[in-house]
């Protein structure tokens, strides 16, 4: 088992930034990948961006959603087993519950989502 714990999210104003932190604890040694995804209401849960977890840096191959790219950034820290994912120039579609998430093969974890809400 692995538990997931967000955090950063908030109301920021269009153009403004906001970091979202995720701190897995328990079975985490076989983590593959961390990421995040964005939930609005009427709409499935979507890819925001993801992080690959394999090796003993900090370094791991990165996917962006087609949105997020050259606005978002994830990053991760084995040492503190926490994930980040940086937000800038943000905008109003970028409203939604953000929803951390690891993947272990065979198993897949969801945290309890933080709100982001960015205002006009």
């Known amino acids: 088992q692995v538990q997931l714990v967000e955090s950063g999210g908030g109301l920021v104003q269009a153009g403004g930034s906001l970091r979202l932190s995720c701190v897995a604890s328990g079975n985490i040694f076989s983590i593959n990948v961390m990421g995040w995804y964005r939930q609005t209401p009427g709409k499935q849960r979507e890819l925001v961006a993801t992080?690959?977890?394999?090796?003993?840096?900090?370094?791991?191959?990165?996917n962006y959603a087609d949105s997020t790219k050259g606005r978002f950034t994830i990053s991760r820290d084995r040492a503190k087993n926490t994930v980040y994912l940086e937000m800038n120039s943000l905008k109003p579609e970028d409203t939604g519950v953000y929803y951390c998430?690891?993947?272990?093969?065979?198993?897949?974890?969801w945290g309890q989502g933080t709100q982001v809400t960015v205002s006009s």
């Open positions: 992080i690959t977890n394999i090796g003993s840096t900090n370094i791991g191959t990165t």
């Open positions: 998430n690891v993947k272990q093969v065979g198993y897949t974890y």
